[in-house]
């Protein structure tokens, strides 16, 4: 598989290329050159088979030449070994048309490691080629981080620093990414919020004297490499429940958009999927944008469920390419609208190619809280905050003749305070995290000052070549 630019400026690269960089040159997302079919035969056999066997199916097309089949059998099998659930990412019915897929049974019980736990192997075996070295960046409000750690700890050739708001993360989430001990992850705390965070890693990324000599990357949803693990899900679940006459609907709850685009892409492949319904809490750019043509990126909220609250979802340049057949023309006259004045308005024949693919619902902090009370009381089932959001839009829809998919993206233990505050009680703490409470802690405090960030990178993993 060949992989280009959202905005049309590079030549084409193979998978590895594309997982080490991250974003490509021109920036611009990467996006495949075709979307692999899968017939009416692989996705009868996908409704019955094991994920990790589905997995390997649905990646090795992105993955070719670069990753041979084996290898890809060979860390899909490690990596949903680990799992937690013997089906991986488990459907749960709920009524009659309506389910639950559970993509928390990972190691950070978030549906982030599903796609993490293969990124680090994948990443360490394309350095091995290339003969590099890697050095991750990567700001996070807490789950990101969290998976990141757990798949990247002891990896060979990488580096990893994470950077986390200081006090602005739950305990649960801070704990999982302190208390590892590999002498690749370096944990600061930011004195600053998110964005502070943030603005510090994308300068990192364009410094040309920031760890020279090795690759400069990030492991947040702009790494195709991310988006692609967590395609196979969709394919397994609407292969299992749906059929060509009846669609299965999936509801996401989204943040950067990464999730939601993937089931748009198990939709590309062939799989019996309709129109994306993408469930954002009060950060609502992207129903406005697809309601009235005006995409406007405001300051971001704080709502509970911490992990969507993104002002402007970073996959809405795949989305818009994806819409438009690869017209990168197109998407780049947007997004550099969008990059320079935080406006942009979508052509109005763009905006119905949109909505073809996508539908998106927003939230509020009310309707969160009443979700999460109701899931309690009519299925006996303790969500997280993100989870509710998606129940709730599920609620909102109109009636389909197939099957509705909700998203569980993470375990209500992981965000006890929401749940509480819905339900009267707290989530009870599966024994994986009751661990990691009592683990010891190793970070470091920092500034926000870019420079006192990167001296205290340095002085962890030093400025030289390697
Ligand atoms: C990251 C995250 C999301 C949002 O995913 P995107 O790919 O950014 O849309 C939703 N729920 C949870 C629990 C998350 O950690």
Redesign the pocket.
Known sequence: MEYVSTRGGTAPVGFDAALLNGLAADGGLFMPTQWPALSDRELAWAARAPYAQVSTRVLTPFLAPDVEERDVKRVTADAYGRFRHPATVPLKQLGPDLWLMELFHGPTL???DVAMQLMAPLADAALERSGGRLRLVTATS???GAAAVNAFAGAQRVELVVLHPKGRVSDVQRKQMTTATAPNVLNLAVEGDFDDAQDVVKRLLRDPDFAPGRTVSSVN?INWARLAGQIPYFVAAAARLGASNRPVRFV?????????FAGVAARAMGAPIGPVVAAVNANDALPKALSTGAYVKRAAHATQ?V??D?AA?S?FERLLFHAVSGDAAVTKSVFKDFAATGQASLPPDVRLHLIAHLRAVSIDEAATTQAIAQADRAYGEVV?P?TAVGLAAADRLEPAPGATVVLA??HAAKFPGAVEAAIGRAPVVPDALAAIMEGEERFATVSSDYAAIKGAIEGAFGAQAA
Do not use: E, I, Q, R
Request: with cysteine; net charge negative.
């Open positions: 978030a549906f982030k807490g789950d990101t949803s996401v709850p989204t943040g950067n958009l990464g999730d939601a469920s992990s969507m993104v979802p996959n997280c993100h993206t993470a």
